[in-house]
Nanobody, 124 residues
Framework: VQLQASGGGLVQSGGSLRLSCAAS????????VGWFRQPPGKEREFVAA????????YYSDSVKGRFIISRDNAKNTVYLQMNSLNPEDAAVYYC??????????????????WGQGTLVTVSS
């Protein structure tokens, strides 16, 4: 599985961005996808995940109600719509694929493929 995240950039506090994760190399609808982020100088943290069918979604408490994860299996792409951004959301965002588990998890070790990250910067 190859994953490529895109859509990052500079946005003002309160603004929105939509990240995309384009996948290839394996039947896209057969695995879950998660978004994780790593703020400068901090540990990597879970953001959101979506099941292979798109029927189940999961969010961290810090983004619940502001971010929306979705997928388009016809386009082999997962999206992360980020609204009401604040400086604490600034980070490198990564999309990951979980080809093994029956349901998505919030644990980074359960994901077996990583893509390159995309940088999100939020100005106050």
């Amino acid at each position: 599985v190859q994953l490529q995240a895109s859509g990052g950039g500079l946005v003002q506090s309160g603004g929105s961005l939509r990240l995309s994760c384009a996948a290839s190399g394996r039947t896209f609808s057969s695995y879950h996808v998660g978004w994780f982020r790593q703020p400068p100088g901090k540990e990597r943290e879970f953001v959101a995940a979506i099941s292979w069918s798109g029927g189940a979604t999961y969010y961290s408490d810090s983004v619940k109600g502001r971010f929306i994860i979705s997928r388009d299996n016809a386009k082999n792409t997962v999206y992360l719509q980020m609204n009401s951004l604040n400086p604490e959301d600034a980070a490198v965002y990564y999309c990951l694929a979980d080809t093994s588990n029956s349901v998505p998890t919030m644990e980074v070790w359960s994901y077996d493929y990583w893509g390159q990250g995309t940088l999100v910067t939020v100005s106050s």
